[in-house]
């Protein structure tokens, strides 16, 4: 119990900090370019994200009430859970490309403590542990760090859950998913990934920026499921929403 409040006040002493700091040095949105005091998003701008609404649990597309959609239920994806926030759309889609592609790392901070807070009003049980998606080693080198990997540290912070890096390896530097038809991103992935380390849990959510077809999440999702992993959510920023079929 004092463990937990020890916590609890050391993240709102590092937020309330953060909230000073900002307050003494302004930054321009990224989106509007208005002077901000809170993680380079003005409230305007993060109040326009075109938030994603109710959707199927199973593959988080758009559905009525939050039912199943047709496709789960005949055909449902490897995952059992899947929770986005934003369809994948433009202003979402700049930011997340600033993020992943501009080296604008900071915005894990803004996007994270956005799907923490979305998370804890879904009130349901949550993970026991969870797991970044890793890039390959070759794009590490490139991009210089896993954009999932730094979405994760903020989430487990805010959730209180722990992360684990370890787990999973990329075994194959496939052709990034947007550039592939849909057919081909399945066939692209095939043994991409392996499992390294047990994961001695039984309920995990995988961490990405985006779901497009789900085929990178499911490819890892089969590797953990061999592993005796029960339950697999995936936690995205954003859902895109015409690659779909
Ligand atoms: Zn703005
Ligand atoms: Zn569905």
Redesign the pocket.
């Known amino acids: 119990m004092l463990m937990h409040t020890n916590t609890t006040v050391r993240r709102s002493l590092t937020r309330k900090v953060r909230q000073l700091y900002s307050k003494l040095h302004p930054t321009p949105?990224?989106?509007?370019?208005?002077l901000?005091e809170y993680h380079s998003?003005?409230e305007?701008?993060?109040q326009s994200l075109p938030k994603l609404g109710p959707h199927c649990p199973r593959c988080a597309m758009p559905s009525p009430d939050g039912h199943y959609c047709g496709h789960c239920l005949t055909k449902p994806p490897i995952r059992h859970a899947s929770v986005s926030l934003f369809r994948y759309d433009y202003p979402a889609t700049k930011l997340i490309t600033q993020f992943k592609f501009h080296h604008q790392i900071h915005l894990c901070h803004y996007l994270g403590e956005q799907l923490a807070q979305h998370i804890t009003t879904l009130n349901r049980p949550l993970p026991q542990q969870l797991i970044p998606i890793p890039l390959h080693a070759m794009r590490i080198r490139q991009r210089g760090y896993n954009q999932a990997a730094e979405l994760t540290k903020v989430l487990s912070k805010q959730l209180q859950i722990s992360m684990n890096q370890h787990c999973l390896s990329r075994t194959k530097a496939t052709q990034p998913q947007t550039s592939l038809a849909y057919k081909e991103r399945k066939h692209n992935l095939n043994a991409a990934f392996r499992c390294k380390m047990r994961p001695e849990v039984e309920h995990i959510a995988l961490i990405d920026d985006v779901l497009t077809s789900g085929h990178t999440a499911d490819a890892a999702a089969a590797v953990l499921i061999e592993q005796g992993i029960k339950t697999i959510e995936l936690w995205t920023i954003a859902r895109t929403i015409r690659h779909y079929g």
């Open positions: 949105c990224l989106l509007c370019h208005r901000t998003i003005c305007a701008c993060s």
